[in-house]
């Protein structure tokens, strides 16, 4: 092929590809309640078993790199991070100290249930149980799960994942060097070999988490100063390669958590306060299409891919490899769990642990870092099948069951009370934005008068009749009613430590009053986690330390506000005598 030529064999195979999931997503939209990313793979495994062929080959360097970067980085910026944070005490032990005892457990049984070495046993388990991102939140947001349960199981599977990937290098670096005979170093087994490890694995994802920060903060600096949609758009693009690029091969830390954190930075900080409605629109909506193109890709290909004579061979290894590492998983979840459920309010309940364990799908992590593997590896070709063969279980299986799972443990998924709120309050914002629409146009003179009048009449009457919707439905639902306030609460104790800390930088008010008053304010937050608000409508509910020192001063300020507001009122009043 000549220099700067386009292959048109993969061009076409890609779009033989996209044909695939076109059909399969149709066959979805008919038959309904059908998981669409495990049709496909299904699809790509019947596409394997009679033998079309794909040029395209799906490699290590094109997961890690191409493929899951904007993975992660949507499903991290669509994590709300104070749900995260509330629940990161279950979600760290899980995604650290269980994947490690995991790891640990199913490579010393592994050494003797299918004849490996125990370093080898070590590397199958830390490519088979890091937890999935792609495979669950695709099939959580298929099901509709609740929402504490996804955060804490999409939480996990995003984390334990920089620290599987970190693991599995360590780890086969000295499988390799064992292999060439040039193993230096102290053994795993002792105390100083496991001592290298674990160093290792904290520089490595603290300095993701590092390098996450500083990126997700340049990015959201530049975006601060912008109002330009399309621009915002390719900066996060530019972020989600960047940071993974960055921290992977220039500061040789964890691309995966780094790419997380700079998601988790730009989708609630950045969302908050560096992008306008219009650019939020347009930017998670980017974002939503790409994951699902790439999920779509992904899925299909992992299924076109499956090695199927090798998977027939070692059937009996798959066979075996399934219930153990099931078993490795629920033997960490469920200690762990309740032992973070001492300091953990509200606690993880038994049904949510039974679908932390069944929910922690295998698919594109493990597959990239089997596929990574070097040819003079030993046991390359049964490892292969062992990772391909477990992660279709585990897609296939305990994905379609996923739902019955839910239903026979009466998890319950969204309400239609829920589900409705969502509808009028996405249809709410729509109409503020075509409003503010109207708006500009009409004030740059783009607009008839006429239609901008019309226009605005129609928007405004639906408006009205969207807020009197919302204010039934949150009437008719207690709980509803309650999250909702808290969670607008916690938006606006937010807004205001961000006042307080731009006050004090500036010189407005002084450090030790500024650090007072944000005291108060991450009071206030406290009882907000805890599920109590500090606003009431008929009573002060909190009392705010600038009224105790008010008060000291001898200003009567209730007694003012009262004067104020019935000077206020007489009128009404007169009227309503009348």
Do not use: C
């Not at 790509?44 to 094109?62: F, K, T, Y």
């Not at 004849?115 to 388990?125: T, V």
């Not at 160093?199 to 340049?218: D, E, K, Q, R, Y």
């Not at 964890?254 to 730009?266: C, D, E, H, R």
């Amino acid at each position: 092929m000549a220099p700067g030529a386009v292959d048109v064999a993969i061009l076409v195979d890609l779009i033989d590809v996209f044909i695939i999931a076109a059909a399969v997503g149709i066959f979805v939209a008919k038959v309904g309640d059908f998981p669409y990313t495990i049709a496909l793979l299904l699809a790509g495994i019947a596409a394997s078993v009679i033998g079309i062929e794909v040029a395209i080959e799906l490699s290590h360097d094109l997961i890690l790199l191409v493929l899951l970067p904007p993975l992660l980085f949507e499903g991290a910026a669509t994590t709300d991070f104070e749900r995260l944070r509330r629940n990161l005490l279950p979600i760290l032990s899980l995604a650290v100290v269980g994947l490690v005892g995991s790891i640990v457990l199913l490579g010393a049984a592994g050494q003797y249930v299918f004849g490996f070495d125990l370093l080898l046993a070590l590397l199958f388990a830390a490519m088979i149980l890091p937890t999935d991102p792609v495979s669950v939140l695709a099939l959580f947001e298929d099901l509709g799960a609740p929402d504490r349960l996804a955060v804490l199981v999409e939480g996990e599977s995003l984390i334990n994942d920089g620290v599987g990937v970190v693991l599995f290098s360590a780890l086969l670096a000295r499988v390799s060097a064992e292999a060439a005979g040039d193993a230096t170093g102290p053994a795993l087994t002792t105390l100083d070999g496991l001592g290298d490890v674990g160093l290792n694995v904290l520089v490595v994802s603290g300095g993701g988490l590092l390098v996450g920060l500083a990126a997700g903060f340049a990015t959201y600096s530049v975006m601060r100063g912008l109002d330009d949609h399309m621009t915002e758009i390719v900066l996060t693009i530019v972020l989600a390669y960047g940071a993974f690029v960055l921290a992977e091969h220039y500061f040789h830390v964890s691309g995966v958590i780094a790419t997380v954190v700079a998601g988790l930075f730009i989708g609630n900080r950045g969302a908050e306060y560096a992008m306008s409605p219009q650019t939020k629109i347009a930017i998670f909506t980017t974002w939503e299409t790409g994951a699902f193109i790439v999920n779509t890709f992904i899925f299909l290909m992992i299924g076109v891919t499956v090695p199927i004579s090798s998977v027939v061979e070692h059937g009996w290894a798959i066979l075996l490899a399934i219930p153990l590492v099931l078993l490795a998983r629920a033997v960490m979840v469920y200690p762990i769990i309740a032992t973070t459920n001492r300091a953990t309010r509200p606690s993880v309940p038994l049904a949510y642990q039974h679908v932390w364990v069944w929910g922690g799908l295998h698919g594109s992590i493990p597959i990239a870092l089997v596929l990574g593997l070097p040819p003079g590896t030993p046991e390359r070709e049964m490892l292969r099948a062992m990772v391909f063969g477990v992660a279709a279980f585990s897609l296939v299986v305990q994905g379609l069951t996923m739902g019955p799972l839910l239903d026979s443990l009466g998890v319950v998924t969204r309400s239609d009370a829920e589900e409705l709120f969502e509808l009028l309050i996405g249809r709410a914002r729509a109409v503020d934005a075509a409003l503010e629409a109207a708006e500009d146009l009409n004030e740059r003179g783009d607009i008839p008068q006429q239609a901008y009048e019309e226009f605005t009449a129609e928007y405004e009457r639906e408006k009205a009749a969207l807020a009197g919707a919302i204010r039934e439905l949150l009437a008719e639902t207690p709980e509803l009613r309650h999250e909702q306030i808290l969670a607008g609460e916690r938006r606006l104790l937010q807004r205001e430590k961000s006042a307080l800390i731009d006050a004090a930088r500036s010189g407005v008010v002084a450090d030790d009053v500024g650090e007072r008053l944000l005291e108060e304010v991450d009071l206030k937050l406290d009882y907000v986690h805890d599920g109590q608000s500090t606003v009431a409508s008929d009573e002060e509910a909190f009392e705010e330390f600038w009224r105790q020192r008010a008060d000291e001063y001898g200003l009567d300020v209730d007694r003012q506000h009262l004067d104020d507001a019935g000077t206020e009122d007489t009128p009404g009043s007169e009227s309503a005598g009348e």
